[in-house]
């Protein structure tokens, strides 16, 4: 078989990266219980099943986010790896230095879907943290949604850790959509 190899991202690969199935499945979620009693305000996560499982369909690299990463290698002030097998681009690692607050932001950490839970993705992560380490950053930062609990549990499993939630990020009804956003730092 033949080998996966890292490499650096290209700009020749932005356009291929829409070839990869980004897609997930979850049994569970992670459901929002949010308190508030005036200034008091409590966020509570508890892991529930979900029937039937979420299944997302239009999790990919379009046009806008081809436009953003090739802005970030162009500004080249992070990592930027891909992995290909066979002559195919099978994983993205996107990570921006953010000066001002001396943290990675890792923007993209995807594998396609044929290739996961095969180490890849702990592979590309943990080359993010050697470099983090090596540019003397503080901390990677990245962000997921509440129901994509095999990414959460991932991160987890790396060591990151569960820092904060924002329940009005991509609409005014995260929390009765189940897709409420979830930040992760990884100190270094």
Known sequence: MDEIYIRPLTLADIERLPEMELNFQAEAHLAVEKTVAGLNVTW???ERPLVPPFISVDYNIDAQDQAEIRQRLAENDGLYLVAEHAGR???LLDLER???RDTGQVWNIVVHRPYRRQGLGTRLMRRAIRWARHQRLR????E???N????CRFYQKLGFQLCGLDDHFYSNEDIDL???ALFWYYEL
């Open 148 to 151: 994509n609990l095999p990414a």
């Open 44 to 46: 509570r996560l508890v």
């Open 89 to 91: 681009l099978v994983a």
């Open 144 to 146: 997921t949604q509440t």
């Open 139 to 142: 901390a990677l930062a990245l």
């Open 178 to 180: 189940n897709e409420v």
């Open 98 to 100: 953010e000066h001002w």
